[in-house]
């Protein structure tokens, strides 16, 4: 299998292709992964901008308002079908692996072609099973490896190329929109834009103005709609909610442990033993501080889990690629490739029906309850297993996030506001798990006359 994938022949996409193919009969139909809490609040996000409501507007959630927009595409073509999140997802992941290998191909990023990094960043994609479902942190990693493989371009010596500075800019802007977290990738672009790249004063100007093109566009959006105000309350508020803490770090470091080792020593091996020339130089400089920065994103996203590791991939796809070119020893590259391709994501798969037996909080809860059926109900906690029969109605997604917004002080008019956006959904009930209601009614005695205590964190409207 080695020596097939390090070929430099189009046909290996067959052989990606294949390999996707069969972990995913294995994943979707051998496996029977619940659906996560991540996915539920994907869909019924996109239900309810369907019921033509606005993100950050009407409904406080921290997803990227792009995200928001292909939810709602979702939710208009498939409704709610994990299945067309996963078979997309699966699409996506198969054009990031076939862009990025053809994109180290024609900058000659390795001093032979190879489609070893195809099926390397494959394998990595199986490092845990969300990794292949549609994901915000998915969608926006697209974009920015769309602006890398430009960024890519500027280390060609004596190239200038306005386009391409230009699209630099426009990618990031796009990845920003749809998941908020990698507008740290903004300094990534400026420093290896001046710093590897070589940018004029005029280049960086032109992917800046492209970078925030993208973001105009989005308040220009919200301004229409009379919600840039709510908009420009929420997105700071984003970055300082509480997080959700999915899976540990422990469990991270288990399932990453040999591709980082990997990584380590193909980083070692081509920086220190290994001459380049000095294009090649410049594309190892980007991708060490892509690892850099996309470890920091990981580290600060408010949602701990696995999905997010998708932009790590393309930096630890590239220095693992690096060990098994430069390593010659046949006695190590085997049996190294083989735990990489296929050790990894059967560890994965065994790791994750692990998890399901301890019923992680991950998981949506399985329940046999049809209480909830057909009824419009808000959750104020971290346990979304009522909406699985229920439907979302209110404008509390994410809990954690409208802790913050409403333990805020405000004025007068911005509590008016405040009841409004309550009062004009009204939820059917609401399950106060963590007593956040409770406090409300105190604050708006009007909300009092409108909902009954019927059970200890239950309210049902009167």
């Given at each position: ?295 920091i994103g990981v580290l600060f996203s408010k949602r701990q889990a ?154 049902q409207i009167r």
């Amino acid at each position: 299998m080695f020596q097939f994938f390090k070929v430099n022949d189009p046909f290996r996409i067959i052989g990606l292709f294949l390999f996707l193919i069969i972990w995913t009969v294995v994943y979707l139909v051998f496996s029977d992964f619940p659906l996560t809490s991540t996915q539920l609040n994907w869909m019924l996000l996109g239900e309810r901008l369907g019921d033509g409501y606005f993100l950050y507007q009407h409904i406080l959630d921290d997803t990227g308002p792009l995200s928001g927009g292909f939810f709602f595409i979702m939710d208009f073509l498939f409704g709610r079908s994990p299945l067309a999140l996963e078979l997309l997802g699966r699409a996506l992941v198969f054009f990031q692996v076939i862009y990025w290998n053809r994109t180290l191909i024609k900058y000659r990023v390795f001093d032979e072609n190879t489609y070893l990094p195809g099926i390397i960043m494959l394998a990595l994609f199986h490092l845990n099973f969300d990794m292949l479902s549609i994901s915000p942190a998915l969608l926006g990693s697209t974009f920015l490896m769309l602006a890398l493989s430009q960024l890519f371009s500027q280390t060609l010596l004596q190239k200038d190329s306005s386009e391409s500075t230009l699209l630099i800019g426009i990618y990031g802007g796009i990845a920003t929109g749809f998941h908020p977290i990698y507008i740290l990738f903004l300094p990534f672009l400026i420093f290896g834009g001046i710093a590897i790249s070589g940018f004029t004063f005029r280049q960086l100007l032109l992917s800046l103005t492209g970078y925030f093109l993208p973001i105009l566009l989005i308040s220009v959006f919200y301004y229409w709609n009379n919600g840039l105000d709510e908009a420009f309350e929420i997105w700071p508020l984003i970055f300082f909610s509480e997080k959700y803490y999915y899976q540990s770090l422990v469990s991270w470091g288990v399932l990453a442990a040999f591709p980082v080792l990997l990584a380590i020593i193909g980083f070692f091996i081509s920086s220190v033993l290994r001459g380049a020339t000095i294009n090649q130089q410049k594309q190892r400089q980007l991708m060490v501080v892509w690892v850099i920065i996309s470890c920091i994103g990981v580290l600060f996203s408010k949602r701990q889990a696995s999905f997010q590791w998708v932009i790590l991939l393309p930096g630890l796809s590239y220095l693992i690629t690096q060990f098994f070119l430069n390593i010659k020893n046949r006695k190590i590259i085997s049996p190294a490739f083989y735990l990489l391709v296929i050790g990894v994501p059967v560890l994965s798969w065994w790791y994750m029906n692990q998890e399901i037996q301890k019923e992680s909080t991950y998981f949506v809860k399985e329940t046999n309850s049809t209480e909830y059926t057909g009824k419009g109900i808000m959750v104020l906690g971290d346990d979304l297993s009522p909406y699985r029969y229920g439907i979302f109605e209110g404008p509390f997604l994410n809990f954690h996030l409208s802790k913050l917004f409403l333990e805020k002080e405000r004025s007068l008019p911005q509590r008016a506001k405040l009841f409004q956006m309550i009062k004009g959904q009204s939820p059917e009930i609401i399950l106060d798990q963590e007593g956040e209601f409770a406090k409300l009614l105190i604050d708006y005695p009007e909300l009092e006359r409108e909902y009954q205590k019927i059970s200890p964190g239950k309210y049902q409207i009167r």
